[in-house]
């Protein structure tokens, strides 16, 4: 990953760069931007200088940014896009994790957990919900944690995810991951959470990882997770490039 500045005020943004767009995430206000080098290069035919335009100035037009202050960007490369023919394929039927009967203490914190994270989200303006939920990640990583193995990971996700299916309302992949995350450190457990993004189509996705070994494994996950680049993890400290699930 790497990092350059924008002259403007706020918090930090990040940003993927693929062949021909680029995806930038505002994580204080929950703008997405995908900028595309064919747009503005049949601009600069048309006479627009935007194709010439510093990646940091197309950033800062794109999102409407004055130029005051200093504003961390960071940028990662995106991978290629995967020939998909849209057959992948997912086990059919409950995973072996999931067919597990959840003990007490797990079913305490995956309500706690998942009632948070609906509480966040209902908390203040839509504009806001991704940054109140990272701050609310940011604030588990702080505590001191055993780092959770895969089967711990995979169970506490699938309970979130079992939990979600009785709720009438929106959870999805953001609410899931982020409410997992913090049902595991309930339960004194550690896992790093990503959100990343992938290309043709442009899409984004939110997932937990556990650490084996060096690398990161996503949770509960399809092969097609490994598609994604990680835009973020929280924690930051977390090898991003090493944290790649391998591609299929």
């Not at 059919?92 to 706690?112: H, N, W, Y």
């Not at 079992?162 to 457990?189: H, I, K, N, Q």
């Amino acid at each position: 990953m790497t990092t350059t500045s924008i002259p403007c005020r706020g918090r930090d943004l990040y940003a993927c760069q693929f062949t021909d767009t680029t995806l930038v995430v505002d994580y204080h206000t929950g703008l997405v931007r995908l900028l595309s080098r064919r747009r503005d290069t049949d601009q600069a035919c048309a006479g627009s200088p935007a194709a010439d335009q510093p990646l940091a100035d197309r950033i800062r037009d794109a999102l409407g940014l004055d130029g005051s202050g200093t504003r961390s960007l960071r940028v990662v490369t995106g991978k290629p896009p995967a020939l998909s023919f849209g057959a992948d394929e997912c086990d059919a039927g409950l995973t072996a994790a999931e067919c597990r009967k959840a003990t007490p203490a797990e079913v305490i914190a995956s309500a706690a957990a998942f009632m948070a994270v609906l509480f966040l989200k209902a908390l203040g303006a839509r504009g806001g919900t991704m940054r109140r939920l990272t701050a609310l990640l940011g604030g588990v990583a702080l505590l001191p944690l055993r780092t959770a193995t895969l089967d711990e990971a995979e169970r506490g996700v699938l309970h979130i995810r079992r939990m979600g299916r009785w709720f009438p309302g929106r959870v999805a992949c953001l609410e899931e991951s982020v409410a997992a995350t913090v049902a595991l450190a309930l339960l004194g457990r550690s896992v790093t959470w990503c959100h990343g993004v992938a290309s043709d189509p442009v899409r984004l996705h939110a997932w937990v990882q556990a650490r084996v070994g060096n690398k990161g494994v996503p949770a509960a996950e399809p092969a097609s997770t490994g598609r994604y680049t990680i835009l973020r993890a929280i924690p930051e400290d977390f090898d991003h490039q090493g944290a790649q699930h391998d591609q299929h």
